[in-house]
């Protein structure tokens, strides 16, 4: 698979999520029962997604995991206790689409940071992981689809 690296500029986006800590080997376990929670929260409040699930890495120290799963919505909503409000920020962001089973992606994050290295690209922010493919929908995992955004400056 042939990564394509570019930069691109996005605004603020509202969302919706959950904030979890894990280990890496059990990240695919939890994504799913979070990203549901999520989407059932904001069918309850009467709205829809306003695109696709995505994780944000908060932080990862050796196999140790912080990340928040999450959705966009529309406009800002309140949350609860658990399902909390936040804004995907804006400005540029490092871009690389990852395309294949999700047990490839750490190749592509670290294609993506060698990348922004050989670029003089900073970190300026959390990480993530915007999930374009619905696996439930596309059982090929050879075509589900996951674009990685790195803010830098």
């Given at each position: 698979?042939?990564?394509?690296?570019g930069t691109t500029q996005l605004?603020?986006?509202?969302?919706?999520?959950?904030?979890?800590?894990?280990?890496?080997?059990?990240?695919?376990?939890?994504?799913?029962?979070?990203?549901?929670?999520?989407?059932?929260?904001?069918?309850?409040?009467?709205?829809?997604?306003?695109?696709?699930?995505?994780?944000?890495?908060?932080?990862?120290?050796?196999?140790?995991?912080?990340?928040?799963?999450?959705?966009?919505?529309?406009?800002?909503?309140?949350?609860?206790?658990?399902?909390?409000?936040?804004?995907?920020?804006?400005?540029?962001?490092?871009?690389?689409?990852?395309?294949?089973?999700?047990?490839?992606?750490?190749?592509?994050?670290?294609a993506l940071t060698e990348w922004?290295?050989?670029?003089?690209?900073?970190?300026?922010?959390?990480?993530?992981?915007?999930?374009?493919?619905?696996?439930?929908?596309?059982?090929?995992?050879s075509k589900w689809r996951t674009?990685?955004?790195?803010?830098?400056?």
């Amino acid at each position: 698979m042939k990564l394509e690296f570019g930069t691109t500029q996005l605004q603020e986006q509202p969302y919706l999520g959950i904030r979890a800590k894990t280990t890496i080997d059990k990240l695919g376990a939890i994504m799913g029962p979070l990203f549901g929670e999520v989407y059932a929260y904001i069918q309850q409040c009467g709205q829809q997604p306003a695109g696709m699930p995505f994780s944000i890495y908060h932080s990862m120290d050796g196999n140790a995991v912080e990340l928040e799963c999450g959705m966009p919505v529309g406009s800002q909503m309140d949350g609860t206790a658990r399902v909390q409000p936040g804004q995907l920020p804006c400005g540029t962001m490092a871009t690389v689409t990852h395309t294949g089973p999700y047990d490839g992606l750490p190749n592509t994050w670290a294609a993506l940071t060698e990348w922004m290295r050989s670029q003089g690209l900073e970190a300026a922010g959390a990480p993530w992981e915007v999930y374009v493919t619905d696996p439930g929908a596309e059982a090929d995992q050879s075509k589900w689809r996951t674009d990685i955004f790195f803010p830098v400056r």
